[in-house]
């Protein structure tokens, strides 16, 4: 798919990455956290993805342990950096502003951020197909400021309010028509495969797959309730260590 955007096209071995909007989540991201001087930019786990490139006052550095020499050439092309390295030992050489975690699935968020040489108030930026940013939400030096919501058109939009609802589920009774149609359709699925017969209220049982500890018999049915904002680009803004 083409950008109008796009000051260069990409080279082949790169590709304009998982998430159309990326580049507008990026600027909608620094406008937020008032990134406005030019920035240096981390991406673990790039893959060939090279959609943070070709942005004039960005210096982007990529870093994955399966980047190939072909890709590696093609992003210095581009004028950034890239290297073929384990995140979780090799370490940028300069302070950096935005770190971009992009469908890190299977990388330890917590390793790599160790690494990153992330400035305080500087941003991490995430999004992934699957999940929610639960571990760094959890973090004391991570602050979620944002959230941004992408229809599929470009039209991006940034959330500042009620963040915790992008990790809260929702209750029974606040999941709509469809909502509920699917939930039940995926019980009775799971009820069919093994012979079983509901002992108690649909509702009961969703409310059980809601708490910690329904998190077992969500995987076995294949279900997990839905979050009650659902979002697609998470903003963090990492806050100076407290000391005691
Ligand atoms: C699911 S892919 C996502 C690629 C890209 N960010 C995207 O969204 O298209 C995860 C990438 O992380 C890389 N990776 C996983 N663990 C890593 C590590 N410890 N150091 C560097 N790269 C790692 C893998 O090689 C893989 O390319």
């Given at each position: 798919m083409e950008h109008s955007h796009d000051i260069v096209q990409?080279?082949?071995n790169l590709y304009e990455g998982s998430f159309a909007h990326s580049r507008e989540a990026l600027t909608l991201a620094r406008e937020l956290?008032?990134?406005e001087r030019?920035?240096?930019?981390?991406?673990?786990?790039s893959s060939s993805?090279?959609?943070?490139?070709?942005?004039?006052?960005?210096?982007?550095?990529?870093?994955?342990?399966?980047?190939?020499?072909?890709?590696?050439?093609?992003?210095?092309?581009?004028?950034?950096?890239a290297y073929?390295?384990?995140?979780?030992?090799?370490?940028?050489?300069?302070?950096?502003?935005?770190?971009?975690?992009?469908?890190?699935s299977g990388i330890d968020e917590d390793?790599?951020?160790?690494?990153?040489?992330?400035?305080?108030?500087?941003?991490?930026?995430?999004?992934?197909?699957?999940?929610?940013?639960?571990?760094?939400?959890?973090?004391?030096?991570?602050?979620?400021?944002?959230?941004?919501?992408?229809?599929?058109?470009g039209d991006l939009t940034v959330d500042t309010e009620k963040l915790g609802d992008y990790f809260t589920r929702k209750a029974f009774t606040a999941l709509d028509d469809s909502e509920q149609a699917f939930f039940m359709?995926?019980?009775?699925?799971?009820?069919d495969q093994y012979g079983l017969d509901l002992t108690v209220p649909a509702e009961s049982l969703y409310e059980h797959l809601r708490a910690p500890d329904g998190q077992g018999l969500a995987r076995d049915i294949d279900y997990?309730?839905?979050?009650?904002?659902?979002?697609?680009?998470?903003?963090?803004?990492?806050?100076a260590s407290e000391t005691s």
């Open positions: 990409l080279p082949p956290a008032a990134l030019p920035i240096s930019l981390y991406y673990p786990g993805d090279g959609s943070f490139t070709r942005l004039p006052d960005v210096h982007a550095i990529h870093v994955d342990s399966a980047l190939d020499d072909t890709a590696i050439r093609d992003f210095e092309v581009l004028g950034a950096e073929r390295a384990d995140a979780y030992t090799w370490s940028p050489a300069e302070p950096i502003d935005v770190v971009t975690l992009i469908n890190p390793r790599v951020l160790g690494m990153s040489q992330l400035r305080d108030d500087g941003i991490v930026l995430w999004a992934s197909w699957s999940g929610v940013p639960s571990r760094l939400v959890e973090r004391k030096d991570m602050r979620l400021i944002g959230v941004i919501s992408d229809p599929g058109e359709r995926r019980l009775q699925q799971y009820l997990q309730p839905p979050y009650t904002k659902a979002g697609t680009f998470f903003i963090f803004r990492k806050v």
